[in-house]
């Protein structure tokens, strides 16, 4: 990396950080106006602005630009609503009794700490940091013999049994789901789906896919593409898209956007020529979650795509996809929280992911999910349970200036770690945020634990085989094949 980059690099680091720094600063001041709207909308517009600016600095690498992005637009979307259509505007039709002014502006303060947060967890681990691992770094190509071979036997069975896992987890979706959404509505009961029995179902399918993508890339397997496109093929668009789930679909093919470039040792940028064509995804997969309840029905293409979009103004609450549902599940939480219903957890349900590890068919009694606390409190959501809403049960505002940072952090370190060093463990410890990326920084961070327990183990099995359990089946073909030789010769 050359010395005027690493300072460009360095300039736009600082420059997000203080930015965020004075977010959050004016942030806190509506605490203080005792909800005055008109000081609140004021001091919003300048944050949605600054929340803008540094996205616009994060676009040099897609990955933090995605997970800033998410975590702003999420917890801002209330305050966005009630900006744009006033203070009693409702931005959920989910659950109107949460979405008091007074209630939004808890969320849009804990969302402006949790951008600083975040964004002090990505700096934390900037590129510039691993110049100097780059450089002792020895290239592949000049390795020795023998850990080339090694590389190439852990990517190749890899790349194997990741076809494997694609596969499998392609038949647990179909099996679980039942018909395609061309037959019957997504989630009926006519589709006669089976349920799915344990939730890293989608981690073990994008795993397999991320796995043979990159030992193809890499060369270590030929004439790969085939075999790969027709596993993208059943896993994405089969037990995925006509299935009627969206988000693994979405989070496995962005994966392996972000893996093209580290495999290539090449950051992925955010130009405007994608803007076009995320638009175009982000129209499709809006119209599929409508089209996936309706389509089998025989509602006509049109009536969905109108359906999808006139929704959004409805006069009673403002309908965006899964946008108004999840943001419902923040401003339930706080709800819940400052009504004194519930109590600041202080981390147990951190602590609860440890319980949390058996499948619930091996361990019934283990802590539920908390997305189902709402009905027990009489409240409605659309499922999920975001990342501040958790933050916020736990911590509350304080929360926001740690938890989110740790992260970023974390997934940032995976990131470089992957991007530098080339190794099997740090593509798989990437692969535990990638996998599930959406549905981790959208629905519940418990995901990517998950995710991590599952990349991990998986790991470790490819070690076992290709360091002990293959050599000792080769040590023992060859004693057997010398033992045979020593017969002949004695015959």
């Known amino acids: 990396m050359s010395r005027s980059f690493a300072m460009s690099n360095h300039t736009k680091v600082f420059y997000t950080i203080v930015f965020a720094a004075f977010n959050a600063i004016i ?3 509506a605490l203080f106006v005792d909800g005055n709207y008109s000081v609140v909308k004021i001091l919003s517009i300048f944050s949605f602005l600054i929340f803008g600016i540094n996205c616009l600095l994060e676009s040099n690498n ?3 630009l995605a997970r800033t992005f998410i975590l702003g637009i999420i917890g801002y979307f209330p305050m966005i609503i009630k900006i744009m259509f006033g203070e009693g505007a409702f931005f959920s039709s989910y659950e109107i009794s949460t979405q008091d002014f007074d209630i939004v502006l808890l969320m849009y303060v804990t969302t402006s700490f949790a951008l600083l947060s975040n964004n002090i967890g990505l700096a934390f681990v900037n590129k510039r940091n691993y110049v100097h691992l780059d450089a002792k770094l020895v290239p592949i190509s000049q390795s020795s013999k023998k850990n080339r071979q090694t590389r190439r036997n852990y990517w190749r069975l890899a790349g194997l049994i990741g076809v494997i896992l694609a596969l499998f987890s392609s038949y647990i979706f179909i099996r679980a789901y039942g018909q395609t959404i061309l037959v019957a509505g997504y989630g009926s009961e006519d589709a006669s789906g089976a349920g799915i029995p344990f939730g890293s179902v989608g981690v073990l399918g994008a795993v397999g896919i991320f796995s043979l993508f990159v030992a193809g890339m890499k060369g270590y397997i030929k004439n790969w593409k085939f075999v790969f496109y027709i596993g993208c093929f059943v896993f994405i668009i089969y037990s995925q898209i006509f299935m009627g789930p969206r988000q693994d679909a979405m989070s496995t093919l962005f994966g392996l956007l972000i893996l093209y470039g580290v495999a290539n040792r090449r950051e992925i940028k955010m130009k405007v020529s994608y803007i076009p064509i995320l638009v ?3 129209i499709f997969f809006e119209v599929w979650g409508v089209a996936r309840e309706v389509l089998a029905a025989g509602v006509s293409i049109t009536s969905i795509i109108v359906q999808s979009f006139t929704n959004i103004g409805a006069t009673d ?3 965006m996809g899964t946008f108004s549902p999840i943001a419902t599940t923040f401003s339930n939480t706080v709800w819940l929280i400052e009504n004194h219903i ?3 957890s202080m981390g147990q349900s951190y602590l609860e992911w440890i319980l949390r590890i058996p499948p619930e068919i091996l361990y019934p009694g283990r802590p539920a999910d908390y997305a189902l606390m709402f009905q027990e409190h009489g409240l409605i959501s659309g499922g999920g349970f975001f990342e501040l809403a958790e933050v916020y049960m736990n911590f509350g505002l304080l929360g926001a200036l740690v938890i989110p940072g740790i992260i970023s ?3 940032a370190k995976s990131y470089y770690y992957a991007f530098y060093r080339q190794s099997m463990l740090s593509y798989f410890l990437l692969f535990s945020f990638l996998s599930i990326f959406l549905r981790g ?8 634990f998950r995710a991590f327990l599952v990349c991990m183990l998986l790991y470790f099995v490819y070690l076992f085989i290709v360091q002990i359990l293959w050599p000792a089946m080769k040590l023992r073909i060859q004693k057997r094949c010398a033992h045979s030789h020593q017969v002949a010769s004695t015959s």
């Open 441 to 448: 920084t959208w629905y519940q961070t418990f995901a990517f």
């Open 280 to 282: 175009i995804f982000y």
């Open 62 to 64: 897609l990955l933090f």
């Open 409 to 411: 952090f974390l997934m």
């Open 342 to 344: 519930i109590n600041y």
């Open 27 to 29: 942030s806190s001041f």
């Open 317 to 319: 609450a403002v309908r």
